[in-house]
């Protein structure tokens, strides 16, 4: 029977997140800012769900490198338009574990106005 728990995301593998939101500062994506690093258990699921806030006056291209920073197959891209409150970024995908625990990691337009929130629903067999 699987389990599920409700967890902040986790920039470092096996840590605890605050919850609070996490600052994208990272201008490209090889050097992209973690925001979750999934399980390194092959069993279990992260089913992450990341909304994003845009503070500045101007649209900010966001990118999310979805487990594989170097694949362009691997990015997501979005244009978060200014001052619109949450904007769901990544709507529950899935990452399953891996030896080598993939790693979400983002980049933006412009250093330091895109803030993203989020939490990971763990599936454990």
Do not use: C
Request: glycine share 10%.
């Amino acid at each position: 029977m699987a389990t599920f728990s409700k967890l902040t995301l986790q920039p470092t593998s096996g840590t605890t997140g605050t919850g609070l939101g996490i600052k994208v500062a990272a201008t490209a994506i090889a050097s992209g800012t973690t925001i979750h690093t999934a399980n390194s258990t092959p069993s279990t699921i992260d089913e992450i769900w990341l909304y994003a806030v845009n503070t500045s006056s101007a649209s900010v291209k966001l990118t999310i490198g979805w487990g594989a920073v170097t694949d362009p197959d691997a990015t997501i891209e979005v244009t978060v338009l200014p001052e619109a409150g949450l904007v769901t970024v990544i709507p529950g995908l899935l990452l399953q574990g891996n030896a080598t625990p993939k790693v979400v990691k983002a980049s933006a337009g412009t250093a330091d106005v895109i803030v993203l929130h989020g939490f990971v629903n763990r599936i454990t067999a």
